[in-house]
């Protein structure tokens, strides 16, 4: 097997005394699409802005195979702020900004990227709205097309079907899923139920971190894994998560 | 007395010229100020500098040298101890506030004498200005212009969204540092026009009138420029032939002005 993109080695974090992970090992593959799921405050935000760089572990280690530039991120929707006076072309420029430069022609190369992230997400037409007037879902749609639109080689989505509606939630894991192909994709959701057919693995992240190498996860095996999540039931079958899903 | 003739008198061109290059600096920061919610890290800032100008009459070094000392001091200060969480944000804002008026009514009082102008820091005086706050203010807003013109771009993103910002390689900190110095110059440099107590309605009120008709960061940069160019020459005017204070009166423009925009909005669009 190839080497791993981000390898995290027994990571202790915790932002003031109490540790928010604890004793944390994974390995992100190449073509890995991971779930991670877990309770309010289990850390699976703060799991992956240590596998972004933005928070430094107290131990342990996370050590990455590919440049900071070739991550895309989507941030947890609490972290920006949706008033902010920005329109949807700029915000999703900026996922092609690299370091401090200066430049004031707009070149060929990088318009064209807009248009076809633009499009990518069906923002199209609402490309010079300021983002305060825009939906929870076409909110979303501008956040992924920002980090999508360098073509990173790890996708990192933080919690992208908050406040969206279920039309915008399927075409967003379709979409996911087509980018799979090009891309190792880290998806936190609080909704197993949805993602289970899109994802490949899933990490159960609560303080400890437990690496299930399936799509499909029962209450049971999840209270094992000390991870007290709702389920969500869309099938018909009852303390299974799901019931469709897709065969790989 | 016409206007015109108004405008020929050497304090009134002075006036204007201080009036046009505080607009065009408060209203460049004043956007970064009110995009990113720092009116209160502006405010303690503010409050604070009154401290240099405290210290300033006492030693008898110019009071704006010694504010725009103070002005940095706890400005790097604020954005310092807060990134390191050391206290709360708001609560190291409203310390340094408080410490900073604290030191200067200590050393003014301290000072021999009548402490002379002192109402012009607290309040302002335009039509004081000499030739030399002139050259300072042309200076700043030719420094901000240039900084947000060469950075519009990473300053935008940075404002936006920090830890994205930082994932794409932007110098964040560097950004941020610059970003809080220029604001802690720029309201030194207006305190000379509008006074501690007022300049913080320089640097909010022409942003959140554009706002209500825009939404683009850009367009209230520009639009702000405009509004408080405006809004001081009319203040300005209104000042003198009505023979009351200046800087108060450009401030009663304002929120004039906010009023009316906000009755045009209603009426236009509605809402
Ligand atoms: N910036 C912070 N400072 C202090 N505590 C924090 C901070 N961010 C998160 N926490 C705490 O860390 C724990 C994990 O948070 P988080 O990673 O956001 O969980 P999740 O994303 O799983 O909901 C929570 O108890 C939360 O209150
Ligand atoms: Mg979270």
Redesign the interface.
Known sequence: MNAPLVSIKNVDFAYQKQLVLSDVSLSIFERDFIGIIGPNGGGKTTLVKAILGLLKPQKGSVEHSLEKSEIGYLPQGNQVDENFPITVKEVIASGLEHGLKIEFRKTKGRQRKVEMALERVGMDALRSRPIGELSGGEFQRTMLARAIISSPKLLVLDEPDTHVDNQFETELYSLLKELNEQMTILLISHDIGIISPYIKTIACVNRDLHYHTSNEISEEQLKVYNCPIEIITHGTVPHRVIKEHIHR | MDLLELFKYGFIQHAVLAALLMSVACGITG?YIV?R?MVFISGGITHASFGGVGIGYFLGFPPLAGAAVVAVLAALTTENLTRRKVLRNDSIIAILWSLGMAIGIIFVYLTPGYAPNLMSFLFGSIITVTSTDLWLMLALALTVSAVFI??Y??I??V???E?????????VM?INYLLIILVALTIVLSIRTAGIILVLSVLTIPQNIT?LF????SH?MIGSVVLGFFASLLGLILSYYLDIPSGATIIFTLVLLYLVARLIKVVIFGR
């Open positions: 956007t995009s919610r060469l950075f771009k990473p935008l993103y404002a936006f969204d830890q994205f910002a930082r994932i794409r390689g932007i110098p560097f706002n825009t939404n683009r960061f209230i």
